[in-house]
């Protein structure tokens, strides 16, 4: 088989964004890729499938989990060969592949690895991969004449299964055809590259406003309720901050680390370890920043080094701190060995208090102090008050899920009475705090991959549908302490249809509340006549929860007026500048979450300033937030309102970068030299104008005194030098005027970088569309902070340029070309330094191009290669400037607009 079935096509009408996009896949597919990011309920899989079948060649289609490859197989049969049996062509067997393979990730890693498990949803799974079985692997593919790859929910890849995936991609060079609902935007760089060179660079983005406008998603809101730690959890932190205080105190007076600083030879010889001190600059820092707390004299070499003129040591602090013992433990281990019992005691206790694990330092960001809070039991009574705020509202038309991580079934009793003490969060957990507390009578049920329980009164439902499954005698016996709910003995009979069972008996309103796990309820899972969700789900990733979101955001076609509530639960440190960890990771997510303002002026974005929280310090507070919280809760009719109104402001969702004041200082010095050369050039006017002053005025005064017309011949030279001054220096006070409106307003400055940027990308073909049909567009918001974006142009060359305006903008790392830009003011010299994005420094050709285009926008520049002796130099002192800085960080920003 060579092709697909003649007539195989799509039954139905394309929506129109997914028209859209078909319509230009051929230009995404240009370099044998396209990569799709849309959100649950877009149709991602009928677009790779109309994509794979545009291309018309043997296909491996790779899904995360067995559920959701059946569903490949089955949306295929169903809406593209309108069939009901598999045919014989398409295979789930990944050792055995036909024309069409569908299998999982896993599947890929366990036939790589000569496991007996083929298919395994086990993500725990991560044997070592055999070269031998890869080539086999390989062959088997080849000889099928595989072309396509369709990777479904890529972000699942482990590190052992990428390496899997990726062996077979580099040896078959397939076409790639990548679709997520959420790419990782919180991983690390080096994981994010990983990804993109799997998937390819994001191509298309089809956004939740456009999903909104065809109405395949409904209104929805995000919804934030704090709460605080219970007593017995604040007199744990108390103890945790209590322990790590006492850490540094025992080290401000620690005689034997101070006596191996001292003595390290970094610090005794430093111009013999520039090497090392460059590639262990923050553990070098740290010691000079000790050493100093110490009251140890810096010498001036070190200054010198790391190019510190003003000769400044910041304080000694729990950020330095980290640092310290970083290097004292792990970064240096050769000149640190002899001190290796010191270095033993210190470490243990370290581990034993919880702040160290897996050669990480952390004292306020570590996983012990981050469990307590995201684990509050403070969160079980904030889960109860909601679902009963949303009861209340409600009533009987309540379908509300709360995904939890764990089952904890040890909370389930055998006796007449279940007495324990929830101290834990959990399905079961949650299940009796809303059952003991159960008032008005609520429906109240439990779906997970070991324990199901349901109400009593949804019994007879329950039966029917086991009956329709051809499903008798189940096991079902009632809870020994109430019997008002049945717990269902899960069975190899009915393993396979019970989520669909339970999950039908909710939608059709027979249970108001469903408690489930994330791994059972999450990717795959549906369920569109849901109106409301808890994530209380603590330690998934941002990927997970936006997953999770896209299960109540979903159109009900009973229910056209239907709206969504996603609560998520924060608990609030007050010891915390910024909140503490809970709170810092939800604010990460909402980066990735794209919804509705809550202020009287309706937007969509990315953020979570869009909810308009003001955070108190009072804790009493809390009470009044989440008061207001409950309020825009209640208001589901706005809420549609609000999103119409929002939606009418815009026609795109744009990708736009904040950059905080603080990482535009450059535009400060800038300024401030265009300023000075204004000062100098004018002083220059100045005497100018005195010189033919002198002729003008004093000539005159001199010859009615004395005849002497000796005299008239200076004065005519100072005339002359007078008229050439006043017009040299008028010329270069005209300049220096002209640059320093330049940086006079950021966002200016800041479009004529962009401008530069976008030349450049053209020049090097990464940008293809007319630059008559790209603008930079730049503003400043009242606290000098500055959004920038592309207008116009594929999301594949907005992304790029918002990537690299990032990399001439952030703190300089280690960048293989920089530009200077030196200022003179009289006696004093100073440079500034901008590092080239790596896309302009990969030949000196390119870097020279964009030193050229920036010379003739802004200064003269010059070109210094950063691998050399002196260029390390530089590039050793810009790392340490950066290293002091601690810039707030640059945001990725989503909005829709015109």
Known sequence: MNSFPTGTKFKYNWRKYQKNFLDHVDEYLTEDHVHIVAPPGSGKTVLGLEIMLRLNKPTLIVAPTLAIRNQWIQRFCELFLEIENTPDWISTDIRNPNFITVTTYQGIHAACSNAKEVETDDENFDEECSPSNISELVKKLKKQKIKTFVLDEAHHLKNAWWKSLTELKDQINPTIVALTATPPFDVSGAEWQKYIQLNGSLDVEISVPELMIEGDLCPHQDLVYFTLPTEKEQSKIEDYYNHANNFFEEIRNDKVLLHALENHPVYQNPEQYLDWIYENLSSYTSGLVYLNFRGKKIADIHFEIVGDKEKFVPEFDFFWFEELIDFYLFVDEIHFKKFEEHRNNLENRLRRNGFLEKKMVSFFNNKNLTQIFNSSIGKLQGIKEIVDFEYSVLKDDLKMVILTDFIKKEFLANT????????????????????????????????????VIIPKNSRVIFDEFCRKKGISNIPVSELSYDEDYFLINITDQIRHNIVHIITEIFQQGEIHILIGTKSLLGEGWDAPKM??????????????????????????????????????????????????????????????????????????????????????????????????????????????????????????????????????????????????????????????????????????????????????????????????????????????????????????????????????????????????????????????????HLEGGSNYEKSQFIQTLQELISPVDNPRYLLEQKDKFFFMKKSIYFPIPEIFAKNKKSAEFFRKTWSETFDKSDLIFTRTIEGRQILLKLRFQSLMKKNAQIEHLHKWTR
């Open 416 to 451: 007449i009475q279940n007495d324990f003490e929830l101290d834990k969060i959990g399905a079961i957990p949650i299940f009796e705090k809303l059952r003991r507390e159960n008032s008005d009578k609520k429906k109240i049920g439990v779906l997970t991959g070991s324990v």
């Open 531 to 788: 109106n409301a969700l808890i994530l209380a789900s603590f330690v998934s990733s941002f990927v997970l929860s936006n997953q999770m979101r896209g299960r109540v955001i979903r159109t009900d076609k009973d229910n056209p007026r239907k709206t969504g509530n996603i609560w998520h639960l924060v608990c609030f440190d007050e010891k915390s500048e910024t909140g503490g960890q809970d709170f810092d990771i939800l604010k990460r997510r909402f980066k990735t979450f794209v919804g509705v303002s809550n202020s009287d002026n309706s937007s969509i974005e990315n953020n979570f300033e869009r909810l308009n929280i003001k955070i108190i310090e009072d804790k009493k507070e809390f009470s009044l937030i989440n008061f207001q919280t409950f309020s825009f809760a209640k208001d589901r009719e706005n809420l549609s309102k609000r999103w119409n109104t929002a939606l009418d402001k815009g026609n795109v969702l744009i990708e736009e970068m904040k950059i905080p004041v603080e990482s535009m200082r450059e535009n400060e010095e800038m300024k401030l030299k265009s300023l000075k050369q204004m000062i100098g050039n004018f002083s220059g006017i100045m005497v100018s104008t005195v010189l033919a002053f002198l002729y003008e005025v004093v000539s005159e005064v001199v010859k009615s005194l004395d005849d002497i017309h000796s005299r008239n011949g200076f004065f005519k030279v100072t005339l002359v030098a007078g008229i050439l001054g006043i017009v040299v220096y008028g010329g270069k006070f005209i300049r220096a005027t002209k640059q320093y409106l330049k940086y006079k307003n950021i966002a200016k400055h800041l479009e004529l970088i962009g401008n530069v940027i976008l030349e450049n990308l053209i020049k090097e073909k990464i940008i293809q569309t007319p630059i008559e049909k790209l603008k930079i567009v730049t503003s400043s918001d009242v606290y000098k902070n500055s959004v920038c």
